[in-house]
């Protein structure tokens, strides 16, 4: 089985800062921000915050992707616009899609740092019948180092900008065509879900997370409700109650263990945090109710934490917290020492939680032949030959 070395590191150290590129977008700049953008354009303090709102609307309403499109912003005011600043998303550099619908972007995000690579991080879209998700990340590789992830086998190069979070919002919708009214099964909207889930540990990037999650639920521009939106965090305790108060979005725990000495394996940052602080916290969450129910991650390990007495335990520590279970299937990654639990003991372990009182939905694994399901992600298409990746992006601007 594999492990973490007792004196790993619980947390890496990033190797890299942002550093922004010489016309740097406006996309995620909060409208304080933006005002104070048109403000070193010369714009009248009287104007800025309207004309602050016109770029609000046209960025998060319209999805513009040029300033020349902003058609009631003067033409002056435009090129000015376009002489500093950009409205830039992250590029798509390759698309993948599943037999089962599920999309991943490869996304190459724009920067003044002159490093040997780009730095690129994967957004995944996963259809189903009531719902789009869009799977975000919030960090350039991952802080941590969960021995079962494939995303924590890699190095945390840098924290994501506000802009770059919001901006895999806005790749998806350019990419899904979800700026214009629609009629689907959803209401008008494919992507209706977002799950901070990607790579990255989001509560180690608090700041820009905030002010992502601030932004994509602006009733006046992306505008998805704060119950459609979770952040899943490995339990990164100081930060919980606080993102809850000034963000409201629902919470989701990736817990995997009902053991200490288990989950310090598992996921080590239990070591700092450990099961009994992290509970305390999820009791303590602003807005938890049987309403607003907190999700607990468990990934299914054959002969490691999928036994009755785990189920029966993970009930006990569950008392008093309104929760749901979602019962992962693990998902295989090359080089991964785990198995997924037999589905026969999946079923009982969920029968038993939900006999107890609790949902216990078994997710059902999606993207897995192009990487993309759950502790997958892992930016693996930057293994590609740089003629393989050109085929990929040929034939992702054809789909």
Known sequence: MSTVPQNAPLEKTALETYVAPDKPSLIGLSRAELAEKLGELGVADRQRKMRAQQLWHWMYVRGAQSFEEMSNVSKGMRVQLAERFTVARPEVVAEQVSNDGTRKWLLRLPSGHASERPHEVECVYIPETDRGTLCVSSQVGCTLNCSFCHTGTQRLVRN???????????????????????????????????????????????????????TISDGEGIGLSRRRITLSTSGVVPNIARMGEETGVMLAI??????????????????????????????????????????????????????????????????????????????????????CSDWDQ????????????????????????????????????????????????????TD
């Open 160 to 214: 994501l900008t506000a802009g770059e979070i919001v901006g895999q919002v806005m790749v998806a919708r350019d990419r899904l065509n979800d700026w214009i009214d629609r009629e689907t099964p959803n209401g008008n909207r494919l992507v209706t879900n977002v799950v901070l889930m990607g790579m990255g540990e989001p509560l180690y990037n608090f700041d820009a997370v905030r002010d992502a999650l601030l």
């Open 254 to 339: 990736s817990l995997h263990a009902v053991r200490d000495e288990l989950r310090n394996e598992l996921v080590p940052l239990n070591r700092k945090y450990p099961i009994s602080e992290l509970l305390d916290a999820c009791r303590n969450y602003p807005g938890a109710s049987n309403a607003r129910r907190i999700t607990f991650e468990y990934v299914m390990l054959k002969g490691i934490n999928d036994s009755l007495d785990d189920a029966k335990l993970l009930v006990k520590l569950l008392k008093g917290i309104p929760a749901k279970i979602n019962l992962i299937p693990f998902n295989p990654w090359p080089g991964s020492s785990y198995e």
């Open 346 to 397: 999946i079923e009982k372990f969920s029968e038993y939680i939900f006999n107890a009182g609790y949902s216990s939905p078994v997710r059902t694994p999606r993207g897995r032949d192009i990487l993309a399901a759950c502790g997958q992600l892992k930016s693996e298409t930057e293994k590609l030959s740089v003629r393989e990746r050109d085929a990929l992006r040929a034939m992702s601007m």
